[in-house]
């Protein structure tokens, strides 16, 4: 049963569980209608409802008296759906923080559906089980943070995070949820604070109106707010009406006071109810799911993070004497921390997040130009523009779902990626997509294990290379990627592995310069020796050799990339530097496919070619070899591009061959 399924099956379930409470409802509605609140509900939920507001509240003159009855001191807090404090748009921004889309991906990187999901602590994300219905969904899956517009109307960079199941992952499709751990640090998750998950009852009560935090179809961060109210409040969910729509799944449903409520899940028809546009929602009380985390009896780290998701915060204790924010776990300044940096509202040039800012109020950010502004109360402000004179520089569309990346489909016999084995599965990223051509990172060694780039001749353009600006992947973390400070001051060069001219082909100048300009990427380099990067080896122009020089029927390649990562590479500024580098080159021949590989390196490391030089950057050559030796130098799965090399069909056992020119190529 796949995503879809999924969801279709919820709703039925939820849609059977609003038509058996449609007599109750009537009731509460009619009651509501006529008496307010305060009549609605049990004397029991109203009471508690009371002390919550009271903890939330404190003494400070906002409940009337005691003797002013339970309806006034009800509607004093509740009120209207006209009318809130303004504390509630403050708070608001900082719980919508930590909401953020979740990816739903299989094994090669696909995106089989969206979700909503929360961070709920500094570890734990919250969304339905119908969204991560086991470990295995969640470890190929993303949360991506800040897809949404800033205050200019400009899109926000995404941050996307891997989930990691294996540290935490407890699922319960009765409740339809799924807490699981998000692989990052504590400092890169500090920007989106956290809401909490409160175990005590009281956060709601009939006739109240909620607010969803949501990303409807997989769309940007949406609200709905408050025109919602709660109708009625089954055993383990609740009832209300929303706007919501699939891909809302696991969205949090908020009270006024920005505590969760209820963990959405489905949107079901409600024949007849005009009132609800003909539409009810239900939710999870997240009262329930707190129950059923703790009974669920886990031990050791696992139970750790379980108590530090309960842990007593702000939610718990009086919150009068805070300013204006929500119950989260974002640090208010009156605590004498520095408040959590705001998302960063530059124009789409800024396309890494801002760090969280250091304790002396300071944030800087390289874009390329370096600003630093910092305010006398600590406050801090995060600007980025191009360097003068730069031209049309390059430019990144943060929406990276308009990528389609490899196509294995792509020559007339389908190429899939190279098969990882579990040592290497283990450490690598999922595919990052790019416009025509992935990437597979090695998380560990913080580059990427290969790239795969589609190259269409008939339709390339060589778009003039203006201002390089390289930029961080959001959809990885930065712990994960080599970035600007292995480059700086030395002679190390930002090496492409996709050639930037490799995916610039397309029917228009604005498809060729979108594919050159995502080549920029640090995922998509690494550190060369100038020398070598800037030498006069066939490496740089192997695609065009091939291109032109061949028997190619459709003019089209696929072209393999990656340096071999040894074990023993030489260590500098905490990166471990390929000293070889490889290619493996497929195409259309009239008599088939045809699939060649090739390795950059010195003569002493190529292995049954006997010299005497000493290790060089200047020594490097570029040779063609058996496409197996390829696989066994960096333990990838080629059997595919293996049965297509010409070199297996010759009867002695093929040695590298130094490439100098097109006469060179045995293809």
Same mark, same amino acid.
């Given at each position: 049963m796949d995503f879809h399924d999924r969801e279709r099956a919820r709703r039925h379930e939820a849609a059977?569980?609003?038509?058996?409470?449609?007599?109750? $409802?009537?009731?509460?509605?009619?009651?509501?209608?006529?008496?307010?609140?305060?009549?609605?509900?049990?004397?029991? $939920?109203?009471?508690?409802?009371? *002390?919550?507001?009271?903890?939330?509240?404190?003494?400070?003159?906002?409940?009337e008296?005691?003797?002013?009855?339970?309806?006034?001191?009800?509607?004093?807090?509740?009120?209207?759906v006209d009318y809130v404090g303004v504390r509630y748009l403050d708070a608001g921004v900082a719980a919508a923080r930590a909401v953020g889309r979740v990816n739903i991906r299989d094994d090669r990187g696909r995106t089989l559906g969206f979700g909503t999901g929360s961070m709920v602590s500094p570890a734990l994300l919250l969304t339905n089980h119908h969204v991560l219905p086991d470990a295995a969904t969640a470890a190929t899956s993303v949360i991506e943070f800040d897809y949404q517009d800033g205050v200019d109307g400009r899109p926000l960079a995404p941050v996307v995070h891997p989930l990691d199941p294996d540290r935490f992952f407890l699922a319960d499709e009765e409740l339809d949820f799924a807490l699981v751990a998000v692989s990052a640090s504590a400092a890169e998750l500090a920007p989106f604070g956290f809401n909490r998950m409160i175990e005590a009852e009281g956060k709601a009560i009939l006739g109240e109106f909620v607010t969803i935090?949501? *990303?409807? $179809?997989?769309?940007?961060?949406?609200? =709905?707010?408050r025109e919602n109210r709660i109708v009625d409040i089954p055993e383990l969910f609740l009832h209300y009406s929303a706007d919501t729509e699939p891909g809302s799944s696991g969205s949090p449903v908020f009270n006024d006071q920005w505590e969760i409520v209820a963990l959405h899940h489905a949107s079901v028809p409600a024949p007849g109810r005009v009132e609800f546009g003909g539409v009810l929602n239900e939710g999870i009380r997240i009262s329930r799911i707190c129950r059923k985390v703790r009974e669920a009896g886990l031990a050791g780290p696992r139970r750790a993070l379980v108590e530090q998701l309960f842990a007593p915060g702000r939610a718990e204790g009086? =919150?009068?004497?805070?300013?204006?924010?929500?119950?989260?776990?974002?640090?208010?300044?009156?605590?004498?921390?520095?408040?959590?940096?705001a998302s960063p509202q530059s124009s789409t040039l800024l396309s890494t997040p801002a760090p969280p800012a250091p304790v002396d109020g300071t944030v800087t950010i390289s874009v390329p130009l370096e600003i630093t502004v910092r305010f006398a109360d600590g406050r801090?402000?995060?600007?980025?523009?191009? =360097?003068?004179g730069a031209g049309e520089a390059v430019t990144i569309d943060p929406d990276y779902t308009t990528r389609g990346g490899y196509d294995p489909a792509f020559l007339a016999r389908p190429l899939p990626l190279p098969v990882l084995p579990p040592e290497l599965a283990r450490v690598a990223s999922v595919e990052l997509r790019y416009h025509h051509f992935s990437v597979i990172m090695h998380r560990q060694r913080r580059l990427a294990l290969f790239t795969a780039c589609n190259i269409d001749g008939k339709r390339a353009r060589r778009p003039r290379r203006e201002s390089d600006r390289w930029i961080?992947?959001?959809?990885?973390?930065?712990?994960?990627?080599?970035g600007e400070d292995v480059y700086r001051d030395n002679d190390l060069d930002r090496g492409h592995l996709v050639r930037r001219l490799d995916p610039a082909w397309g029917d228009s100048d604005a498809q060729v310069k979108a594919a050159n300009d995502d080549t920029f990427h640090f995922t998509n380099c690494t550190p060369q020796h100038h020398e070598f990067n800037a030498g006069s080896t066939l490496w740089a122009g192997l695609e065009d050799y091939v291109l032109n020089n061949a028997d190619n029927h459709d003019l089209a390649v696929s072209v393999l990339t990656g340096p071999v990562l040894a074990p023993d590479d030489d260590v500098y500024r905490g990166v471990q530097l390929p000293r070889q580098f490889w290619k493996v080159v497929a195409m259309a021949k009239?008599?088939?496919?045809?699939?060649?590989?090739?390795?950059?390196?010195q003569s002493s490391l190529i292995a049954d070619l006997p010299t005497e030089e000493s290790f060089s950057y200047g020594a490097y050559r570029t040779y063609q070899v058996p496409v197996r030796r390829i696989a066994e130098l960096t333990g990838l799965g080629l059997d595919t591009h293996i049965q297509a090399d010409p070199l297996e069909r010759l009867e002695t056992t093929p040695l590298p061959r130094e490439v100098t020119g097109a006469d060179d190529l045995v293809l």
């Open positions: 059977r569980r609003v038509a058996e409470r449609e007599p109750v $409802r009537r009731e509460n509605e009619t009651v509501l209608r006529s008496e307010g609140v305060a009549a609605a509900d049990s004397s029991e $939920r109203i009471a508690k409802r009371i *002390h919550r507001l009271n903890r939330f509240y404190g003494d400070g003159g906002l409940l008296p005691e003797a002013a009855g339970p309806a006034a001191r009800l509607e004093k807090i509740i009120n209207t935090v949501q *990303h409807p $179809r997989g769309d940007k961060k949406q609200v =709905a707010l009086r =919150a009068a004497s805070l300013p204006a924010g929500p119950v989260t776990g974002v640090p208010s300044p009156s605590a004498g921390t520095a408040p959590a940096p801090t402000l995060a600007a980025a523009t191009t =360097a003068a961080l992947d959001p959809r990885l973390p930065a712990t994960e990627q080599t009239q008599d088939g496919l045809s699939v060649t590989g090739y390795l950059l390196s």
